[in-house]
T-cell receptor, first 109, second 113 residues
Framework: GQNIDQPTEMTATEGAIVQINCTYQTSGFNGLFWYQQHAGEAPTFLSYNVLDGLEEKGRFSSFLSRSKGYSYLLLKELQMKDSASYLCAVRDSNYQLIWGAGTKLIIKP | TAGITQAPTSQILAAGRSMTLRCTQD?????MYWYRQDLGLGLRLIHY???????GKGEVPDGYSVSRANTDDFPLTLASAVPSQTSVYFC????????????FGSGTQLSVL
């Protein structure tokens, strides 16, 4: 079966750095997405990786290793507004999106 | 800018009743999707439409139906609601069906009692 694994919850301190991991086992691979979802709101797109390596976008970076079936989202200079759930999703060989259950990130002052 | 709009925001529905969740987008996106989100689970695809006039079944289609008469609208109908359909429902759209990102509506919280 297809599976996306992420930690259920993480806690970090304002101003610090946090890394949220995502491992996947899917039927083929056609890209990996990270979305941010604040409580009670819709998911919004953060990043997309299809090739190995690091994609940097401001305070957020996303890394992919296709051979290891692994990605991480790196958040720097954490702000209170970064408290949210972070969803990892992979497109399989049929271009269907497989979603992880999400990682709830709690930021403490 | 509207983007993608869902209605209603929330609804309490008696088991056995029918209901249609509405979804409209003004971005001229070809593909549209309905997901349900339940605590502890990833988003699960109910139905999708790659272009106006076509629809397909997702991971959890039973008990739901959709139509795509035009580009903008993609309603989701529950013919006879059951308590297990209590969930948050998100409509989403994307420009195409390749690797484009999804844009989500604000969601509908549905409780079936």
């Amino acid at each position: 079966g297809q599976n996306i694994d992420q930690p259920t919850e993480m806690t970090a301190t304002e101003g610090a750095i946090v890394q949220i991991n995502c491992t996947y086992q899917t039927s083929g691979f056609n890209g990996l997405f990270w979305y941010q979802q604040h409580a009670g709101e819709a998911p919004t797109f953060l990043s997309y990786n299809v090739l190995d390596g690091l994609e940097e976008k401001g305070r957020f970076s996303s890394f992919l290793s296709r051979s290891k079936g692994y990605s991480y989202l790196l958040l720097k200079e954490l702000q209170m507004k970064d408290s949210a759930s972070y969803l990892c999703a992979v497109r399989d060989s049929n271009y269907q999106l497989i979603w992880g259950a999400g990682t709830k990130l709690i930021i403490k002052p | 800018t509207a983007g993608i709009t869902q209605a209603p925001t929330s609804q309490i529905l008696a088991a056995g009743r029918s209901m249609t969740l509405r979804c409209t987008q003004d971005m001229r996106h070809n593909a549209m999707y309905w997901y349900r989100q339940d605590l502890g689970l990833g988003l699960r695809l109910i139905h999708y439409s790659n272009t106006a006039g076509t629809t397909g079944k997702g991971e959890v289609p039973d008990g739901y139906s959709v139509s795509r008469a035009n580009t903008d609208d993609f309603p989701l109908t529950l013919a006879s609601a059951v308590p297990s359909q209590t969930s948050v429902y998100f409509c989403a759209s994307s420009l195409g069906t390749g690797n484009e990102k999804l844009f989500f509506g604000s969601g509908t919280q549905l409780s079936v009692l």
